[in-house]
């Protein structure tokens, strides 16, 4: 029995092994998604920036033209008046470039309010171009090391499930069931070494008589606690001799 102590010992320390690297399978991939998902979102956010530009710089073309043909229209007005014989008309067309004026001075204002959003937008777009490429060559060399542990996590992984079935293999058929049930219990802890009548594990006293069959592993045999799978240590089973050797003497 205390060969399949060893190969539970064994298997148990694979599991563990095992369940760090299937933290690592799924931790790396988790890592490198969360960079690339906060690189993409700079990027949209950077865009949407240069998008509102581009709307500005319409707006800003638009008033600019409005502007420039107002201007003209005042030009050929202004020409006007020195043909006009009748003070109606040289009334009305005074009235009319009045209109055009105030009209393009409202333009003019909205245009400067418009350059001036301009101007910021543009300040803001080149600070977050300049963070955007610190930030992705940051991340891309967090990426690429994330990446180069990931493999070498899968390139462990395989051999690991590989000797689990060899040491599977070497373990009494009626035990796997029991062990894959402690495990699951107990995250990855299946033996604990019972020691001067005290389960190392849980730190529960066991019964006396229970202790000096653990000492003779005729069985296997659970902490009635915590329910791990109980064994002594060689230098228990030593003690446990010299004991009775005293006895006898």
Not at 57 to 68: Q, W, Y
Request: with cysteine; net charge negative; aromatic share 4%.
């Amino acid at each position: 029995m205390r060969e399949q102590i060893l190969v539970l010992e064994a298997l148990q320390q694979i599991d563990l092994e095992l369940s760090e690297l299937e933290v690592h399978l799924t931790e790396y991939p988790n890592k490198i998604s969360a960079l690339e998902e906060k690189l993409e979102s700079s990027k949209e956010s950077l865009l949407i920036l240069n998008n509102k530009k581009e709307e500005l710089i319409k707006v800003r073309t638009e008033l600019e033209n409005g502007i420039s043909l107002n201007e003209e229209s005042i030009k050929k007005s202004e020409a006007k008046l020195f043909e006009i014989k009748t003070h109606k008309e040289y009334q009305a067309l005074q009235k009319e470039i009045t209109e055009i004026k105030r009209l393009n001075s409202d333009h003019e204002e909205k245009l400067l309010n418009e350059m001036e959003k301009i101007e910021k937008l543009e300040k803001e777009i080149a600070e977050k171009t300049e963070k955007l490429a610190s930030m992705e060559s940051e991340y891309q060399e967090k990426i690429g090391e994330y990446q180069l542990e990931l493999e070498e996590v899968k390139t462990s992984y395989e051999p690991k499930v590989q000797e689990k079935k060899q040491r599977v293999q070497a373990l009494n058929p009626e035990i796997l069931p029991l062990y894959e049930k402690i495990l699951k219990k107990n995250n990855g802890e299946v033996l604990a070494i019972a020691k001067n009548e005290v389960c190392t594990g849980c730190y529960m006293n066991i019964p006396a008589q229970l202790f000096n069959e653990i000492l003779t592993l005729t069985r296997i045999i659970q902490c009635p606690s915590c329910l791990k799978i109980l064994y002594c240590e060689d230098e228990e089973n030593s003690k446990n001799e010299e004991n009775s050797e005293a006895k006898t003497g």
